[in-house]
């Protein structure tokens, strides 16, 4: 069963790299889609559910300090709701390390993601996720890996 965790990012990151669209924030905006473009470097997905499932939205290229104006794009439970607050689970689908944050503007309790590593239920961040940073990990975060 741990050969195939190692193998779930891609099932959900790949596949729908086509399917990408822009998405709107009432901050910053950021390149969002259904799923990661296989020439990004920072790329997470957040799902609506635990486990993968559900509604998903991807967050490419730009950290958002403020989650606030983003909905969760793909079909299934929770799309079209707020991905801020509502997040059950997480796969950083980059090359680079990604940090979620409780509070707005990279503060609070936080889950911390190395490359290609995914989170079934969100640990720190659980339905309560406020900010994403690529290219950052804190040593207070829970840290989940590949």
Not at 89 to 112: L, R
């Amino acid at each position: 069963m741990k050969i195939a965790r190692k193998f779930i990012p891609l099932a959900f990151v790949l596949p729908i790299a086509a399917g990408s669209m822009l998405g709107t924030a009432s901050t910053a905006q950021a390149y969002t889609g259904k799923g990661c473009d296989l020439t990004t470097e920072w790329c997470g997905v957040f799902f609506y559910n635990s486990d993968f499932e559900g509604s998903r939205t991807a967050f490419m290229k730009d950290s958002v300090p403020n989650l606030a104006g983003y909905t969760f794009l793909d079909y299934g439970a929770g799309q079209g709701q707020a991905v801020k607050n509502n997040a059950a689970s997480f796969i950083n689908g980059g090359e680079a390390n990604m940090t979620v944050f409780y509070n707005s503007n990279y503060s609070g309790p936080c889950d911390s993601f190395k490359p290609l590593s995914a989170a079934p239920r969100l640990r720190n961040t659980y339905n309560e996720n406020a900010s994403l940073r690529f290219g950052y990990t804190s040593t207070g975060c829970y840290t989940w890996t590949a």
